[in-house]
């Protein structure tokens, strides 16, 4: 059985800093593209960044040059560095992970969701 579980998320104010974490644990054979959305109230889910297994990203226009996406395959972790932050990045923030258990199924696993809120 495979978990996902997020932490670092809070309250900052604005142009502050985040780092949020999500950790994959369980029979994993194998973990792909790894991925952070957000979902403001009343809005849709978004993606907000992606990293593949080849360390390829790639960003959401609202938030490139101040989120970074990264990874570290060892500890199975998948993490997002929100810098400047935005009232509108006010969301919960999900971690999406491409994982192939053990034995073999191959799927879309969600974090639990971690709130952001971005408030003076």
């Known amino acids: 059985q495979v978990q996902l579980v997020e932490s670092g998320g809070g309250l900052v104010q604005p142009g502050g800093s985040l780092r949020l974490s999500c950790a994959a644990s369980?029979?994993?054979?194998?973990?792909?593209?790894m991925g952070w959305y957000r979902q403001a109230p009343g809005k849709q889910r978004e993606l907000v960044a992606i990293i593949t297994s080849g360390e390829s990203t790639n960003y959401a226009d609202s938030v490139k040059g101040r989120f970074t996406i990264s990874r570290d395959n060892a500890k199975r972790t998948v993490y997002l560095q929100m810098n400047s932050l935005k009232f509108e990045d006010t969301a919960v923030y999900y971690c999406n992970v491409d994982i192939r258990e053990v034995p073999g199924q191959r799927r879309d696993y969600w974090g639990q969701g971690t709130q952001v809120t971005v408030s003076s």
């Open positions: 369980g029979s994993i054979f194998g973990i792909y593209a």
